[in-house]
């Protein structure tokens, strides 16, 4: 068990670039979420998967935010047309059926739009 | 929206028990309450959950009030290594599409002290 990990931990990148996300979860965790965090505040759900089907979108998930996972293993979550609102930690958590009471979560992806 | 409300910030002395409240008075039959922190910089971290009877693991004890309408979590010798944000959320553990996404407040900051 290696935990769930995030690439990259940092990013930087000007209003109205593209960027993605990686997210890899525990290996044997069917089921994985991404949130998002702003200072101050706790992590806000933005949409979750099982396996490889996207089952719930949040409504902070705009159209220019999209996230796959591909094969139910990994997932990238691509944000277009970065706004400086975008700027935030990018939290990715992941979970079995087995233990479903808790969520594992990585270390999160920071974003800077400038 | 959190279904939780806790204090903003509690301060607690290095090896005395500390005491974190959550009133959660709209909670529903069956909806469980979780505990969760967040150390500086780091992604949040599982501690306990319970549904209606009080619950103790190796990190911390977890007393839920009769009505259910308030919980406390209980670290019972706390460390320089608790400061962290503690957040409590109510969640339906057993809904139909199985896990469901954390709904996170803003929580409490709590600060242990030398």
């Known amino acids: 068990d290696t935990g769930v990990s995030q690439d990259p931990r940092h990013k930087i990148t000007k209003r109205g670039q593209n960027v993605t996300f990686r997210c890899d979860p525990i290996s044997e965790h069917n089921r994985l979420y991404w949130y998002r965090q702003t200072l101050g505040q706790g992590p806000e759900f933005l949409t979750y998967?099982?396996?490889?089907?996207?089952?719930?979108k949040s409504r902070l998930l705009s159209d220019r935010f999209s996230a796959e996972r591909p094969k139910g293993s990994f997932s990238t979550l691509e944000i277009q047309r970065t706004e400086q609102g975008d700027s935030a930690m990018y939290l990715c958590a992941s979970s079995s059926d087995s233990t479903s009471y808790e969520q594992y979560f990585g270390p999160g992806t920071r974003l800077t739009v400038t | 929206d959190a279904k939780t409300t806790q204090p903003t910030s509690m301060d607690c002395a290095e090896g005395r028990a500390a005491n974190l409240p959550c009133n959660h008075s709209t909670i529903s039959g069956n909806e469980y309450v979780y505990w969760y922190r967040q150390i500086h910089s780091q992604g949040p971290q599982y501690i306990i959950h319970?549904?209606?009877n009080n619950e103790t693991n190796e990190m911390a004890s977890l007393i839920i009030t009769e009505d259910r309408k308030s919980s406390t979590l209980i670290l019972p010798h706390a460390t320089l290594r608790d400061t962290a944000v503690y957040y409590c959320?109510?969640?339906?553990?057993?809904?139909?599409?199985?896990?469901?996404?954390?709904?996170f407040g803003k929580g409490t900051r709590l600060s242990v002290i030398a």
């Open positions: 959320i109510v969640r339906v553990a057993l809904s139909p599409s199985g896990n469901t996404p954390l709904v």
């Open positions: 998967f099982q396996n490889e089907a996207q089952l719930e």
């Open positions: 319970g549904l209606k």
